[in-house]
């Protein structure tokens, strides 16, 4: 008797990170996926399936990066498969001292446009969305285990109500969720350390067993380049490049709309500007490539900003950037570039390409707004255009990490020519994994990989790099340089990972087969590799296996979309319904099962149609609603409001600041009894003594909107340091 089996399931995972691991654990037996190269990788999986094993394969979709598709043939009726993942990835440092981490649970629809064959490569492209109810919720449960080197002070979640145990030498935690998650947001949390901003160099031992990268030791240099506040340039041409569609509508476009008045605000007199908004089409509020920032153009920026909304259709961004690519540089005005967006698009190599070709004169800035944006479109524009990203899906931090990203712009550049020196013993060349330094930008977290030989000792090492025709160093002491253990040799899959990024971003044929070398080495899967496995000792089918079409016309073919609740899942099964099977879902296993288990709905095409259409909304959640789609309702942030009354000049009226702070004449006499000041230096010195006060926390919103009023305050020789140093002892009194 032929064992039923399902053909293939092929399971649709959002990654932010290095996978170098992929297993499955069947009923009694476990499959290893071993790199390979993509197109033998296939090979391996297509004749295994068709000899009646089971088999796994897993791959970096071709579209996009952060996207990984899974493939398990000849599962049997009735068998669990549990699959298993590895990664590692580096933990990005928040403004306010937290390393984060960001377990990706929510992938959002993705916009593609109608020239475009972008998308999944198991996705049918000529099938329209069509989701329906998933009856049968899933949950995950999730536990963490942090370790270190330095200690914790504290460990929170954001989004979620975790459970904290930190261990007594405060170097290691565990963190639990008693009552599990559902997938409405990404899970993450947020890890304080003593000394984060502390210089720091981490040695970890290689596999000795291993040739190449894997063998040697490799260094992770942990560093936080300083550059001057002072130091922002009026000599950059920047262009805001907002997203419109309607996806951002909601809470995202309220969001959008204040960050780019607080960008207004903080742009230095004397620079050039432009707001470029794109949805199905886009728009420009200037005809030319920018103008010079004057309080007119200032203005007519604001009444773009007052009506903004998510009104445009589609993500059509690919236009709107080549549109101001197309556009003649300004001699003497380095142009900036920053984009805004959900990230919810697939043509992210035509875009990237599209970057990368004009890296050399235009930097790009990128924002992911919300859970699920794109990584490899946010990063990956910022990597291509020299620049730097942000993904923000905690609201609260838009704001903030947008406006830190717009401080990075107006820096002066740093210059290419980074060095590093490494003090060894014994005494080798130390090298740098990759060989191009990644971006710089003062007061950021920098993050660079060396390797060396296995049993070397670092005495010291010296980075040094160049702001203008300054030089600025940072050495660190044998004090600062650390030695760490760990099996599963993160730094080396981690350095692996930069390496290889950087290979395919060149994009040239000679570095095909270091490429494909590199990531079966290392076991880090790329575009130009696969994992596969597959049960040599057990066949599924007794009798010569049948061969089952390729898709989109194979039976009982399920493509899954794991990414509620507004992730897809969408498949075309042939209408022989004996043939079809449904899917459930639950901490992460797969469960083939009857269709008499009413988990997914099909509906005819039409009469005529051959193939039926099936879809299903994870997390137990229904289609997008009226409600879900409403403008989410904002509080009154009184800081943008602060900020939106500050004139071109970069002060503030007395009256604007009476009102703005709910304070009375007499109080402004008893001040100016004090300290000599006319009208609209008290109300600067107000705003800036309120600023200090009330919004500490959120310094990096509006440091650069204070330089412009501290600016104003030397114009008219006033000593604002001192000045507001007195306002701010008697203002305390008074809020």
């Known amino acids: 008797m032929v064992m039923p089996v399902v053909s293939i399931i092929i399971l649709y995972i959002y990654v932010k ?45 071709r579209f996009s990066g952060d996207l990984l598709h899974l493939a398990l043939g000849n599962l049997p009726k009735g068998e669990y498969a549990n699959l298993q993942l590895k990664m590692v990835q580096e933990l990005p440092l928040k403004i306010d001292g937290a390393v984060d981490f960001t377990l990706p649970t929510v992938f959002n629809p993705r916009y593609s ?6 998308g999944p490569e198991y996705y049918p492209p000529a099938l329209e969305n069509y989701v329906t109810p998933n009856k049968s919720p899933y949950s995950l449960k999730v536990k963490a285990e942090v ?4 200690k914790i002070t504290n460990i929170k979640s954001l989004t979620d109500q975790i459970n904290v145990h930190i261990s007594d030498d405060e170097t290691s935690a565990t963190i639990t969720q008693d009552d599990g998650m559902n997938f409405d947001q990404d899970w993450s949390f947020q890890i304080y350390y003593q000394t984060v901003h502390k210089p720091h160099c981490l040695q970890m031992a290689g596999d000795r067993t291993s040739t190449g990268l894997m063998k040697d030791d490799v260094l992770m240099l942990n560093l936080f380049p300083e550059v001057p506040l002072e130091d922002y340039s009026p000599f950059n041409e920047i262009i805001l490049v907002v997203d419109r569609s309607g996806s951002m509508e909601g809470s995202k476009i309220v969001k959008a709309k204040n960050t780019l008045l607080l960008f207004l605000k903080s742009l230095p007199p004397g620079c050039r500007f432009n707001v470029v908004s794109f949805g199905s089409d886009f728009e420009t509020l200037f005809e030319s490539s920018s103008e010079r920032y004057t309080e007119s153009t200032l203005q007519k920026a604001l009444e773009l900003q007052k009506s903004m909304d998510a009104d445009m259709g589609g993500t059509e961004i690919y236009e709107a950037l080549r549109h101001v690519y197309s556009k003649e540089l300004v001699p003497g005005y380095p142009r900036q570039i920053i984009v805004l967006t959900d990230g919810e698009v697939w043509n992210i190599d035509q875009l990237i390409e599209l970057i990368q070709r004009h890296a050399d004169d235009t930097r790009v800035f990128s924002v992911g707004i919300g859970d699920g944006a794109s990584t490899a479109l946010v990063e990956g524009m910022a990597m291509a255009g020299k ?3 942000e993904m923000v899906a905690d609201e609260s931090q838009f704001q903030t990490r947008v406006m830190g990203l717009i401080g990075s712009m107006l820096q002066e550049n740093v210059t290419v020519d980074l060095t590093v020196e490494c003090k060894v013993a014994p005494p080798q060349e130390v090298k740098l994994v990759p060989k191009v330094a990644p971006n710089v930008f003062g007061g950021q977290h920098l993050i660079l990989y060396a390797r060396l030989k296995p049993n070397s000792k670092i005495e010291s090492v010296k980075v040094g790099w160049k702001i203008g025709e300054d030089q600025f160093n940072c050495e660190l002491k044998e004090d600062d340089c650390k030695s760490v253990h760990d099996s599963n040799f993160s730094f080396h899959r981690l350095a692996a990972k930069a390496q290889l990024i950087q290979w395919l971003k060149e994009d040239d044929d000679n570095l095909h ?45 399920v493509c899954c979309m794991m990414s509620a609740p507004m992730g897809k899942s969408l498949c075309r099964i042939k209408k022989n319904k004996s043939a079809t099977v449904a899917l459930e879902s639950y901490d992460q296993a797969l469960i083939p099962c009857d269709t008499s288990a009413d988990f997914m709905e099909y509906e005819d095409e039409d009469e005529g149609s051959e193939f039926l259409r099936c879809g299903f909304v994870g997390g137990g959640n229904g289609p997008p609603s009226e409600e879900n789609d409403a403008l989410v309702e904002q509080e009154k942030d009184t800081l943008v409001d602060l900020i939106s009354f500050q004139q ?36 600067t010195a107000l705003i800036l003594s309120y600023l200090e006060l009330k919004f500490d926390a959120r310094k990096e919103e509006w440091k650069i909107v204070a330089l412009k009023g501290h600016k104003f305050l030397k114009v008219n020789k006033i000593d604002s340091a001192e000045r507001i140093k007195y306002t701010s002892n008697i203002l305390a009194t008074q809020i």
């Open 113 to 118: 446009p109608a020239d475009q064959s972008s």
């Open 387 to 389: 620049g730097r990203c």
């Open 648 to 683: 071109f000049d970069g002060s503030w009226s007395l009256n604007d600041c009476l009102n703005l702070l709910n304070i009375d004449e007499k109080f402004c006499e008893t001040i100016r009894s004090k300290v000599s000041l006319d009208d609209i230096c008290l109300g």
């Open 17 to 61: 990170t290095a996978v170098y691991s992929f297993n499955a654990k069947l009923d009694g037996r476990s499959i290893t996926g071993h790199c390979m190269e993509k197109k033998k990788a296939k090979e391996v999986y297509d004749n295994a399936v068709k000899e009646g094993h089971t088999a796994i394969l897993g791959s970096e979709d």
């Open 513 to 557: 087969e270091d490429i494909i070398n590199l990531s079966i080495s290392s076991s880090v899967v790329c575009k130009l590799t696969s994992f596969v496995g597959f049960d040599q000792d057990n066949k599924v089918i007794k009798e010569k296996a049948r061969e089952y079409p390729t898709y989109p016309e194979m039976d009982a073919a």
């Open 147 to 150: 370790q270190g080197s330095f």
